[in-house]
């Protein structure tokens, strides 16, 4: 099932709620500082939304490319670092900037994930990394360049 398939190489990505739901994302819609865009893969032939499994729910933001440590940059385009939007400690989506500007947290129970080394635990509850996804810009589309990196969804061990 398509709409169920993990990021493809090539795919595009759809913003997943609120005003722009369904815009395809450009990489000029990021701008460093602003809050992670929650968003689908997407098929760029049938233009399927792969919203058909909940841990293709992914985060995409832009960071200070300078900032971008040796696992994240090969990873990254112009800045712009994409990764698995589930908590690994209970499956929330992960929403918020953190202060720093360098990483995000998790609402639910305050975990907090390094966006520019490779998604590293800096804050528990959570103990595993999020799993990153290889993104490029390809005429000002973001696009998948490879299979997602790491483990997806919640650690089934931890409550
Ligand atoms: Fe994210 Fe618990 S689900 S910190």
Redesign the pocket.
Known sequence: NPRSMRPQLGDTFAYLSGEYKDKKVMAADLKVGEPPRLVYPVDPVTETVRSGSRVNQILLIRTEPSHLAAATAPRAAEGIVAYSAI?T????PITLLNEDGRSVV?T????RFDLADNGTVLTG??TRRLAALPIAVTDGVVTVAGPFVGTLGAAPSQQ
């Not at 639910?108 to 975990?111: E, N």
């Open positions: 908590c400690h209970n499956g929330c998790c639910c129970h305050g975990s509850p959570a």
